[in-house]
Nanobody, 129 residues
Framework: QVQLVESGGGLVQPGGSLRLSCAAS????????VGWFRQAPGKEREFVAT????????AYADSAKGRFTISRDSAKNTAYLQMNSLTPDDTAAYYC??????????????????????WGQGIQVTVSS
């Protein structure tokens, strides 16, 4: 049974930082494309970042470039999203997702939620003073 469990969310002031974690069981994340998505109330789920199977390929949404960093720890079978310089526009539920097609990152489709097979339950990030 595949499980992805997010942690590290919460309330942070504008300009602050958070690191989200995505712990996997039932799969080895190194063999998967891992993505982070977010969904604000009343909005569609949107792509944030993704990392390839070996961790050497990454891609970011324009809104995340220069502020967010995606990474993984093979020993812990965990992926991370380091978020810096947070603004209220970053307030959303954040989801990690995984897909066995690591070549997806080489296509225009890595940002599409429907391309990912496995999803976590999501975790809330609220940026507010």
């Amino acid at each position: 049974q595949v499980q992805l469990v997010e942690s590290g969310g919460g309330l942070v002031q504008p300009g602050g930082s958070l690191r989200l974690s995505c712990a996997a069981s039932g799969i080895t994340l190194d063999a998967y494309l891992v993505g982070w998505f977010r969904q604000a109330p009343g909005k569609e789920r949107e792509f944030v970042a993704t990392i390839g199977g070996r961790g050497d390929n990454t891609a970011y949404a324009d809104s995340a470039k220069g502020r967010f960093t995606i990474s993984r720890d093979s020993a812990k079978n965990t992926a991370y999203l380091q978020m810096n310089s947070l603004t209220p526009d970053d307030t959303a539920a954040y989801y990690c997702a995984a897909d066995p097609n690591t070549l997806l990152i080489q296509t225009p489709y890595y940002s599409r939620p429907e391309r990912y097979d496995y999803w976590g339950q999501g975790i809330q990030v609220t940026v507010s003073s």
